[in-house]
């Protein structure tokens, strides 16, 4: 029907928007009747009134227009019938079933957060053992294995044993990989070994003792001191040992 009204409208050179002035009938409304859009309109009473007054503003009869409104609206109501009995409802799932997939999903996040921590350990303790399998530490009767010392000397190295006797902060790098990083407490002991230097950062410069080859150092400052970027290398350890003529701690950072 809509389409109908809306080429007898179209033929005679009518817009919509004269048919709203004049009949005071919502331009949205009439729109509606063009679309068979009915369920957008208020009631049937009011289509009807519209029917009418837009007919007799084109020129049409009445009559003939609201059966092709009943018509339209029988196929409609038909169209709509067929749908419903073309549906099929979906199958509602009982509601045991239902709290069974909920344990389920519940369980399958749980193990998935539970895999996801036991890797996180797992790679902080790989981290730790390859930290601490880089630094030898010996306990304080321990010796240094000259063996090792020699060894290694023989071969253009240094081996630096540090033993702290302060809590003491400590950033060592050896060669340019970093060793070690952390506190160390009264009676801690370390040991390391370098090809070309010792690149240490200590929060407490007088709060250990160390060696290098064997041989004791001199001290590298006052308990409490800072000291940064301290470099010990292969070329130049022989000033920083105890045998050699004292130097003040100032002038060996």
Known sequence: MGQKLKKERELRGISLKEIADSTKIN????????????????????????????????????????????????????????????????????????????????????MTALIIILLLIRGK??????????????PPSEETPSPLLNSFISNEGMVLKITFHQETWIKIFSDGNLYFTGLKQPGDQMLLTSKKEFLIHVGNAGGFDYSI????????????????????????????????TETSPSSMI
Do not use: C, W
């Not at 790989?126 to 030898?136: A, H, L, Q």
């Open 27 to 110: 331009l949205r409304y009439l729109r509606a009747l063009e679309e068979d859009k009915f369920d957008m309109l208020p009631g049937k009473f009011f289509i009807k009134s519209t029917i009418k007054a837009y007919s007799e503003y084109i020129g049409l009869e009445e009559e003939t227009i609201l059966d092709h409104f009943h018509h339209t609206l029988q196929i409609k109501k038909e169209e709509k019938k067929e749908q419903l009995e073309e549906y099929i409802p979906p199958t509602e799932v009982p509601r045991k079933f239902k709290i069974y997939l909920r344990i389920f999903g519940y369980t399958i996040i749980f």
């Open 213 to 244: 080859n064997g041989i004791p150092g001199k001290p590298l400052g006052k308990p409490g001191q800072v000291i940064k970027n301290f470099h010990i290398t292969f070329q130049n350890y022989e000033k920083y040992l105890a045998s050699q």
């Open 125 to 138: 303790l790989s981290v730790s053992v390859n930290e601490f399998t880089s630094i030898t530490e010996l």
